[in-house]
């Protein structure tokens, strides 16, 4: 998923009642549910080494825990030496409180803290999995990626849900500070339960019109050829809309699938794609660092080879006499469609790759989104 539902999700969870146990939780919970994402920093060394590296160690169930440590270490260590600043100031230790026992915050409680990190951080795994990037969750024993295919990765209801929980309690006591209300000291705990529910309810639903969109594709005759496979990609806010895809040993067909009215539509003349023989610069492409991350992560994708037309932004090749260039693009299916609309698109320029092949062997530059792998 997107950034802002992972920092939404991990307050929620801090709110939740976690908060009550230790000091620090929420923003502890609100950082730890986003701070896998931290590996996008290998897109310093280039598109495809990001591309390469992207929900790697730091999505994995060995990589949460040290992910959650390091939270939990930053965020503790400021808090004790505010704690201690503040301290100086008052001429008394942090602990004194002259407020009555169910009225004090509660003190930094290391095991806690580090519990609730680790949930936060295991949260994000979860949440990518639900839509069809996916994750490794097992790496590196295991680099199979596993992709729920059910939310998409950017949730309109999910937001509002998330939201709502944590503008309503401030709302209300700003409420409460006008008419002179006591001030509770935890405020959201049942809002923020609530956001939760509907967020595990919405993933619940969704998951089910999958398998059914599923079902539907492949008990339907969307195309006369066997079918080898087949996949239905999600859009947002519409969980009955799906954009389905099969796969025959000749080409891939497209299909808008509609899970509430039962209806699978595909136009042969539009939504077909026919698998190109491979050329010899189709071969040396996919043994390029881009063509080998490429495959490893595009679980539907496509490789063919362009000829001679130049990747946007970049100048063709020069070459002397006698030699050749060539552009191969690598895109992947899942991405194929245009989100929002209706019809198909090409693939997002963020995850098409192109790549030069000078004389069908050698590789000439590779790219992804625009960007050059130095």
Not at 299 to 320: F, H, K, N, S, Y
Request: proline share 7%; glycine share 10%.
């Amino acid at each position: 998923m997107e950034p802002l539902t992972h920092f939404l999700t991990g307050a929620c969870l801090g709110r939740a009642g976690l908060n009550r146990k230790t000091a620090c939780a929420t923003v502890v919970a609100t950082l730890a549910a986003e701070a896998a994402d931290l590996d996008i920093l290998w897109g310093f060394d280039g598109p495809v080494e990001e591309l390469k590296r992207h929900r790697g160690i730091t999505h994995t169930l060995l990589g949460a825990p040290f992910v959650a440590a390091l939270i939990v270490v930053v965020i503790g260590l400021g808090y004790k030496a505010l704690e201690r600043r503040r301290a100086r100031k008052r001429k008394q230790p942090p602990e004194a409180d002259d407020l009555p026992r169910s009225r004090r915050k509660p003190p930094l409680r290391w095991v806690w803290l580090y519990f609730v990190a680790l949930i936060a951080a295991l949260s994000h795994i979860l949440l990518d999995w639900t839509n069809n990037y996916g994750v490794r969750p097992f790496f590196p024993f295991n680099p199979r990626w596993y992709a729920g295919s059910f939310m998409f990765i950017a949730e309109p209801i999910v937001w509002a849900l998330l939201l709502l929980a944590l503008i309503l309690p401030w709302l209300l006591g700003l409420a409460d500070r006008e008419i002179g209300a006591r001030r509770p000291l935890f405020r959201g705990r049942g809002w923020a339960l609530f956001a939760l529910s509907g967020e595990l309810v919405l993933g619940c639903w969704r998951w089910a019109e999958h398998a059914e969109a599923l079902n539907l594709i492949g008990g339907t005759e969307v195309t006369t050829s066997r079918i080898t496979r087949v996949a239905a990609e999600p859009y947002p806010v519409n969980p009955w809309r799906w954009h389905g895809i099969v796969e025959t040993s000749g080409f891939f067909q497209t299909a808008e699938v509609n899970t509430r009215s039962g209806s699978v539509e595909s136009d042969p003349n539009l939504d077909l794609l026919y698998k190109a023989a491979d050329t010899p610069a189709v071969e040396a492409a996919k043994q390029t660092p881009l063509g080998k991350a490429y495959l490893d992560w595009g679980r539907w994708a496509v490789v063919r080879d362009l000829g001679q037309e130049p990747i946007p932004g970049t100048t063709a090749p020069q070459l002397p006499a006698g030699r050749t260039w060539t552009t191969v693009e690598f895109s992947d299916l899942r991405f194929a469609y245009a989100f929002t609309g209706t019809g198909s698109a090409r693939p997002p320029n963020g995850l098409t790759g192109l790549v030069y092949i000078l004389d069908g062997r050698e590789d000439g530059g590779e790219y992804i989104g625009g960007r050059e792998q130095k």
